[in-house]
């Protein structure tokens, strides 16, 4: 059996290596890009990089 479809994902924290859950990054979903992570807490850690560099270009998509 290929494994790889069934493997669970990756958290997207900078600094986490724990599997990642259902909560999704909303700017990242605006903008097509997949990432999960595996706890609120890992989300809030992580997101001054998602405010930073990703909600501008979701911005530019919802203007359009």
Do not use: T
Request: charged letters at 25%; proline letters at 5%; hydrophobic letters at 30%.
């Amino acid at each position: 059996m290929a494994g790889d479809a069934s493997a669970p994902r990756k958290c997207a924290g900078n600094d986490c290596d724990n599997d990642a859950g259902q909560l999704q990054c909303p700017n990242c979903q605006k903008i097509g890009k997949e990432s999960y992570f595996c706890s609120q807490d890992c989300f809030k850690r992580n997101w001054v990089h998602s405010k930073i560099y990703l909600e501008p270009q979701a911005w530019k998509l919802i203007r359009r």
